[in-house]
Structure formats: structure tokens, C-alpha cells
């Protein structure tokens, strides 16, 4: 049984910052992927950024480029999402997610989701 939990959400002014922990848990886990996501009121499921766990190659959203930086601690499954100079429109729930599987589409196909942590960022 894999479990995946963020940490680090809450409120914060335009222009802040926040950073987004996710420690994916399991005896004999080891992801090929961590991606985060996020989901806004009344919108779908966007991804945000993704890392890819042996290469430590990234992909970020072209409306986070440039603002938010995803990284990792190989050794405690951990990864974090570091949010700069965040808008109203970064406001969402966001989550965590993991794979074991093919990571030539870096979006798709993850395994595993954590319950998701909330971002308000006023204006």
C-alpha cells in the first residue's frame, strides 16, 4: 500500500511564496515519477510540474515557468513544489501524485494521489 501526503498550503498574499511538501510512503515503493497538480473552483485538473525520479529532469506548466520550482529528496521519496510570486490565479487545491510506470508522457498515468492541500493566495 503506497501513501501519499502533501503538507504546506494555506493563505498567502500576491506576490509570496509557500512551499508544497509530498512524502509518497510504501515497503518497497519507488517511484518513476512525482508530479503535482492542481484544481481550481469550477475548473479541471491542471498539471503543474512533474519530476521525473532517476534523471531528476522536470517539466513545469507554462503558467508556473519561471515561478515555481519542483525538486526532490530521493532517499525519503519527498518531494517539494516551491511556489514564487504567486497570483490570485495560482489559488486551487493542490496534489501530489506518483508512478511506477512509463514516464514518456509525463502527465499521464499516475498511480497514486494524496488528499490534496489547499493554496489561497489573495489579492
Known amino acids: 500500500q503506497v501513501q501519499v501526503v502533501e503538507s504546506g498550503g494555506g493563505l498567502v498574499q500576491a506576490g509570496g511564496s509557500l512551499r508544497l511538501s509530498c512524502a509518497a510512503s510504501?515497503?518497497?515503493?519507488?517511484?518513476?515519477?512525482m508530479g503535482w497538480f492542481r484544481q481550481a473552483p469550477g475548473k479541471e485538473r491542471e498539471p503543474v510540474a512533474a519530476i521525473r525520479w532517476n534523471s531528476g529532469l522536470t517539466t513545469v506548466a507554462d503558467s508556473v515557468k519561471g515561478r515555481f520550482i519542483i525538486s526532490r529528496a530521493n532517499a525519503r521519496n519527498t518531494v517539494y513544489l516551491q511556489m514564487n510570486s504567486l497570483k490570485p490565479e495560482d489559488t486551487a487545491v493542490y496534489y501530489c501524485a506518483a508512478k511506477q510506470g512509463n514516464i514518456a508522457t509525463i502527465w499521464a498515468a499516475y498511480d497514486y494521489w494524496g488528499q490534496g492541500t489547499q493554496v489561497t493566495v489573495s489579492s
Open positions: 510504501g515497503r518497497t515503493f519507488s517511484p518513476s515519477a
